[in-house]
């Protein structure tokens, strides 16, 4: 009776293979780097000679005066929250499920404003360094705990910790305050223009101390805030429930009594439970279901331009892209109108920058051009570049856009090849520098500098092209400490000249936000940064 | 009784094998654990802090053996990305794979059994005919493919049943039947296609053999010959097929698994190997592995009840 130990040999070998095979051809976050860290708010930092307010008015969503209902909302989700823990997150789709267990200090309006939460107002001083913030008197956490400056002590210290993802985006923080219990002032080191817009996001979320210090590493499973739904239940891969916070300090909100998160890693799975009624509202469509799925009565989509971008990354340290003439010529060559029509079917933005167009930063020298593949030409042959061949890795989700480029690329006689590499490793292969080319892109955040600074910047931790340029360096310097707009604006526009000449990075398309709900939810708001943000939600029975 | 302790006994060094294997295949796989965790934006001290507290800046060997440690005191670690405890989050996965597993197989043997032994008693028959086409077909036709028809078609269109809201049975008996049927369906006919074209032609050889012609010659009627005399030879064959089949399943479902929503094993795996969770993936694949050597040894003992003539040999 050999057979037994043969069996179970030849079956975890099987088990493997099929892992193996899956993980390479699974599917992946379009949206490009998961590493997807925080929303921060651009260019609101609108300081005119003396201080900065922010002023108390709107806080996005719906009317007050809707009333309450029993309603369950039923939400997809593309993939499964790893962290519910804002501290310890480093996903996107983490920021679903928290904007609806948690405040933020601030939090972003549609039009990206920057707009009070639970800080009511803030001062900036002139110099940039110092902020000061009055908070709410009134809000309590889900444990009943109250909510107050030491709070924010507690939260900001708790994201500067070494193990924390938060603590890039928070470590020009130099001490944290408490001026008295409503009163918080965080002085930074240096002046960091988007430091406002980072509190739009996770490292602005506030936990409770007291859950947080009892829980230790079950808060991420087991979170407690102190935002419109509280957490319920959690099987991880399946559903997260989250009931309504009855206390909570905006009165008549949130509008729905229930929200449950469920997991379809699958968007055309995703689709079919909005249609069979399972799901009312889901993060994610197929491209090719969007336009069908605009005319069918019963739903709606939201198809907008997000704040991310996707392009390539060509290695400046390798072959044949060592030379900046053959960057440009591929810069050149590239077709955006056709990659968004046939590639997105409509769901993104043709672009050539890293910010998107409506954006303040968006300047003259980002429009993108079509293909000229004589210009391309001359540059090769300047470059002594004949019979080009390299490699572009992509990550499984986008052989299509990688297949387009190729072909772009072959009217200027260039041979592409085309490598598929499953996404972490992909992550990785581009950290270590080791491609000609990479196809990965951003998700994007509302401050420019965070769409760009570590991507160029000589050294920068996503700089996966090696880039190096000191005029470049002292712009993208001097951009992230100036609040004043206009300036800021100048010294981008000096970068991207410089960019659109050098090509590190060949910047394609902005993807859109696609959302798809049935036309029985009411009260969503559509704000760029991506976010779901259910408090004013509802749902008609 | 002294012959499945000693079967339970001997799998230990296949666990053993299958456990170090697992480990440095896992290893193996590049993309970085810390990164993929962490994310792009977490400094450097932050990946090394992670690594530190999770004990990966050891050398491999030794990660292995203090797994391995815990793993003979019950305790299979905690996930990489959140710290549940492994073994929770196996059992939260386990119960609904097992019951596809079971479903499936159930429809499997619904649609096998019958048309199987009845296209090899009338061989070149209309039922034959047919259920040979079914076979083609149902081997053929992908079931990612024959999932979605059955979603269309039964979920959004009829709205008959649910496309997805898995709740265990425990909680809610009927609406989780309503939820598993689908996916029970999509599988199970695939499976059975399999298992049909095995017991035809397995009942087929026992029925052109030499006793069956002499229990012809005694008289006894179709019937008899059949169902006495040659299921029980031909199901022997059917019965190692089935015992693979089912483990297989164990781990093989994470297709039906995503396509409905259900929170299974497999899928566990599949995406406990994209986070990099390789704690996980190395508890997971030890239960799935500890699991198939049980059904073995089930299959293995039902040998016995189908066919007296098997004994259970001393050896191995």
């Given at each position: 009776?050999?057979?037994?130990?043969q069996?179970?040999?030849?079956w975890l070998?099987?088990?493997?293979?099929?892992?193996?095979?899956?993980?390479?051809c699974?599917?992946?976050?379009?949206?490009?780097n998961?590493g997807?860290?925080?929303?921060t708010a651009?260019g609101?930092?609108?300081?005119?000679?003396?201080s900065?307010s922010?002023?108390?008015?709107t806080?996005?969503?719906?009317d007050?005066n809707?009333?309450?209902?029993?309603?369950?909302?039923?939400?997809?989700?593309?993939?499964?929250?790893?962290?519910l823990d804002?501290a310890?997150?480093?996903a996107f789709v983490?920021?679903?499920?928290?904007?609806?267990?948690?405040?933020?200090l601030?939090?972003?309006?549609?039009?990206?404003?920057?707009?009070?939460?639970?800080?009511?107002?803030?001062?900036?001083?002139?110099?940039?360094?110092?902020?000061?913030f009055?908070?709410?008197?009134?809000?309590k956490?889900?444990?009943?705990?109250?909510?107050?400056?030491?709070?924010?002590?507690f939260?900001i210290?708790?994201?500067?910790k070494?193990?924390?993802?938060?603590?890039?985006e928070?470590k020009?923080?130099?001490?944290v305050e408490?001026v008295?219990?409503?009163?918080?002032?965080?002085?930074?080191?240096?002046?960091?223009?988007?430091f406002?817009?980072?509190?739009?996001?996770?490292a602005?979320?506030m936990?409770?101390?007291?859950a947080a210090?009892?829980?230790?590493e079950?808060?991420?499973?087991?979170?407690?805030?102190?935002?419109?739904?509280k957490?319920?239940?959690?099987?991880?891969g399946?559903?997260?429930?989250?009931?309504?916070?009855?206390?909570?300090?905006?009165?008549g909100?949130?509008?729905?009594?229930?929200v449950?998160?469920k997991?379809?890693t699958d968007?055309?799975?995703?689709?079919?439970?909005?249609?069979s009624g399972?799901?009312?509202?889901?993060?994610?469509?197929?491209p090719?279901?969007?336009a069908?799925?605009?005319?069918?009565?019963g739903?709606?989509?939201?198809?907008?331009a997000?704040?991310?971008?996707q392009?390539?990354y060509?290695?400046?340290?390798k072959?044949?892209?060592?030379?900046?003439?053959?960057?440009?010529?591929v810069?050149?060559?590239?077709?955006?109108?056709?990659?968004?029509?046939?590639?997105?079917?409509?769901?993104?933005t043709?672009?050539h920058?890293?910010f998107?167009?409506?954006?303040f930063?968006?300047?003259?020298?980002?429009?993108?051009?079509?293909?000229d593949?004589?210009?391309?030409?001359?540059?090769l042959?300047k470059?002594?570049?004949?019979?080009?061949?390299?490699?572009?890795k992509?990550?499984t989700?986008?052989t299509?856009?990688?297949?387009?480029?190729?072909?772009?690329?072959?009217?200027a006689?260039?041979?592409m090849?085309i490598?598929?590499?499953?996404f972490g490793t992909l992550?990785?292969?581009?950290?270590k520098?080791?491609f000609?080319?990479?196809?990965?892109?951003?998700s994007?955040?509302?401050d420019?500098?965070?769409?760009?600074?570590d991507?160029i910047?000589?050294?920068?931790?996503?700089?996966d092209?090696?880039y190096?340029?000191?005029?470049?360096?002292?712009?993208?310097?001097?951009?992230?400490?100036e609040?004043?707009?206009?300036?800021?604006?100048?010294?981008?526009?000096k970068?991207?000249?410089?960019?659109?000449?050098?090509?590190?990075?060949v910047?394609?398309?902005?993807?859109?936000?696609?959302?798809?709900m049935?036309?029985?939810?009411?009260g969503?708001q559509y704000?760029?940064d991506?976010i779901?943000?259910t408090?004013?939600m509802?749902?008609?029975? | 009784m002294?012959?499945?302790?000693r079967?339970?006994a001997?799998?230990?060094?296949t666990?053993l094998?299958?456990?170090?294997l697992?480990?440095?295949?896992?290893?193996?796989i590049?993309?970085d654990?810390?990164?993929?965790?962490?994310?792009?934006?977490?400094?450097?001290?932050?990946?090394?802090?992670?690594?530190?507290?999770?004990?990966?800046d050891?050398?491999?060997?030794?990660?292995?053996?203090?797994?391995?440690?815990n793993?003979l005191?019950g305790?299979?670690?905690?996930?990489?990305?959140?710290?549940?405890?492994?073994?929770?989050?196996?059992?939260?996965?386990?119960?609904?794979t097992i019951?596809?597993t079971?479903?499936?197989?159930i429809?499997a043997?619904l649609?096998?059994?019958?048309?199987?032994?009845?296209s090899?008693?009338?061989?070149?028959?209309?039922?034959?005919?047919f259920?040979?086409?079914?076979a083609?077909?149902?081997?053929?036709?992908?079931?990612?493919?024959?999932?979605?028809?059955?979603?269309?078609?039964?979920?959004?269109?009829?709205?008959?049943?649910?496309a997805?809201?898995?709740?265990?049975?425990t909680?809610?008996?009927?609406?989780?039947l309503?939820?598993?049927?689908?996916p029970?369906?999509?599988?199970?006919i695939?499976?059975?296609?399999?298992?049909m074209?095995?017991?035809?032609?397995?009942?087929?050889?026992?029925?052109?053999?030499?006793?069956?012609r002499?229990?012809?010659?005694k008289?006894?009627?179709q019937?008899?010959v059949?169902?006495?005399?040659?299921?029980?030879?031909?199901?022997?064959?059917?019965?190692?097929?089935?015992?693979l089949l089912?483990?297989?399943l164990?781990?093989?479902?994470?297709?039906?698994?995503?396509l409905?929503?259900?929170?299974?094993?497999?899928?566990?795996?599949?995406?406990?190997?994209?986070?990099?969770?390789?704690?996980?993936?190395?508890?997971?694949i030890l239960?799935s592995a500890l699991?198939?050597?049980?059904?073995?040894?089930?299959?293995d003992?039902?040998?016995?009840?189908?066919?007296?003539?098997?004994?259970?040999?001393k050896g191995?």
């Amino acid at each position: 009776m050999k057979l037994g130990t043969q069996r179970v040999g030849v079956w975890l070998v099987l088990v493997m293979a099929l892992a193996l095979v899956l993980a390479a051809c699974g599917g992946d976050d379009n949206k490009g780097n998961t590493g997807g860290g925080q929303a921060t708010a651009g260019g609101q930092a609108t300081t005119t000679g003396g201080s900065t307010s922010g002023a108390a008015n709107t806080a996005p969503t719906a009317d007050p005066n809707a009333p309450q209902s029993e309603a369950t909302i039923n939400i997809s989700l593309n993939a499964d929250p790893p962290s519910l823990d804002p501290a310890a997150s480093s996903a996107f789709v983490d920021r679903q499920v928290h904007n609806s267990i948690f405040d933020k200090l601030v939090d972003l309006d549609p039009k990206l404003e920057i707009v009070p939460m639970l800080a009511t107002k803030w001062d900036i001083s002139q110099d940039g360094l110092n902020y000061t913030f009055t908070l709410r008197d009134d809000v309590k956490f889900h444990d009943g705990t109250k909510f107050d400056a030491e709070v924010v002590k507690f939260n900001i210290e708790r994201g500067l910790k070494e193990e924390s993802p938060r603590r890039n985006e928070l470590k020009s923080v130099k001490t944290v305050e408490v001026v008295n219990p409503t009163t918080v002032k965080i002085t930074l080191k240096e002046s960091f223009a988007p430091f406002l817009s980072v509190l739009t996001d996770r490292a602005g979320m506030m936990v409770s101390p007291k859950a947080a210090k009892e829980l230790g590493e079950n808060f991420r499973t087991k979170p407690v805030g102190s935002g419109p739904f509280k957490f319920q239940e959690r099987v991880t891969g399946d559903h997260i429930t989250l009931v309504r916070n009855e206390d909570y300090w905006r009165k008549g909100f949130p509008k729905a009594k229930q929200v449950t998160y469920k997991i379809f890693t699958d968007a055309t799975t995703a689709l079919n439970n909005l249609r069979s009624g399972q799901v009312d509202f889901t993060d994610v469509l197929p491209p090719v279901e969007v336009a069908k799925m605009q005319g069918e009565q019963g739903f709606r989509v939201v198809n907008e331009a997000g704040l991310g971008y996707q392009g390539m990354y060509l290695n400046t340290k390798k072959a044949p892209f060592d030379k900046p003439e053959v960057r440009k010529a591929v810069d050149l060559l590239v077709n955006r109108e056709a990659v968004v029509k046939v590639v997105l079917q409509g769901t993104g933005t043709p672009g050539h920058s890293p910010f998107a167009p409506s954006h303040f930063a968006y300047g003259e020298s980002d429009k993108y051009t079509p293909p000229d593949v004589a210009q391309a030409q001359q540059l090769l042959s300047k470059a002594g570049a004949s019979n080009l061949e390299f490699t572009l890795k992509t990550s499984t989700g986008n052989t299509e856009l990688a297949q387009l480029i190729q072909g772009n690329l072959q009217a200027a006689g260039i041979n592409m090849k085309i490598e598929q590499v499953e996404f972490g490793t992909l992550l990785e292969q581009g950290e270590k520098g080791q491609f000609q080319a990479l196809q990965l892109g951003w998700s994007g955040r509302p401050d420019p500098d965070l769409n760009i600074y570590d991507f160029i910047v000589t050294g920068g931790a996503n700089n996966d092209a090696r880039y190096s340029n000191p005029t470049v360096d002292e712009q993208l310097n001097l951009a992230r400490k100036e609040s004043d707009e206009a300036k800021r604006k100048a010294a981008y526009d000096k970068v991207m000249q410089v960019l659109h000449e050098e090509v590190p990075y060949v910047y394609i398309y902005h993807q859109n936000n696609v959302f798809g709900m049935t036309s029985k939810i009411t009260g969503f708001q559509y704000v760029p940064d991506g976010i779901i943000r259910t408090v004013g939600m509802n749902k008609q029975q | 009784m002294a012959y499945v302790l000693r079967r339970l006994a001997l799998s230990i060094p296949t666990l053993l094998l299958g456990s170090i294997l697992v480990f440095s295949l896992i290893h193996l796989i590049p993309g970085d654990v810390a990164t993929v965790v962490l994310g792009q934006e977490a400094t450097e001290e932050a990946k090394e802090a992670f690594r530190r507290q999770l004990g990966l800046d050891r050398p491999m060997v030794v990660q292995y053996f203090a797994w391995l440690g815990n793993v003979l005191t019950g305790d299979l670690g905690n996930s990489f990305v959140d710290r549940t405890p492994v073994l929770e989050l196996i059992l939260q996965r386990l119960p609904a794979t097992i019951e596809l597993t079971i479903g499936t197989f159930i429809v499997a043997l619904l649609i096998a059994v019958p048309t199987g032994i009845l296209s090899a008693v009338r061989r070149g028959g209309f039922v034959d005919y047919f259920s040979t086409l079914f076979a083609l077909g149902g081997m053929s036709f992908p079931s990612f493919a024959l999932a979605y028809l059955l979603i269309i078609v039964f979920a959004i269109n009829l709205k008959w049943l649910p496309a997805s809201g898995y709740v265990p049975f425990t909680e809610d008996p009927v609406g989780n039947l309503k939820v598993m049927l689908l996916p029970m369906i999509a599988t199970g006919i695939r499976e059975a296609a399999l298992l049909m074209r095995m017991l035809r032609s397995s009942l087929l050889e026992v029925l052109g053999s030499e006793y069956v012609r002499v229990a012809r010659a005694k008289g006894l009627n179709q019937r008899v010959v059949v169902m006495r005399h040659a299921l029980r030879n031909a199901l022997v064959p059917v019965l190692t097929a089935a015992g693979l089949l089912v483990a297989g399943l164990l781990g093989g479902l994470v297709i039906t698994e995503t396509l409905f929503g259900i929170p299974g094993f497999g899928r566990l795996i599949v995406e406990s190997i994209f986070r990099r969770d390789y704690i996980t993936v190395q508890g997971a694949i030890l239960v799935s592995a500890l699991l198939v050597v049980l059904i073995n040894l089930m299959v293995d003992l039902l040998y016995v009840v189908v066919d007296p003539r098997i004994k259970l040999a001393k050896g191995g």
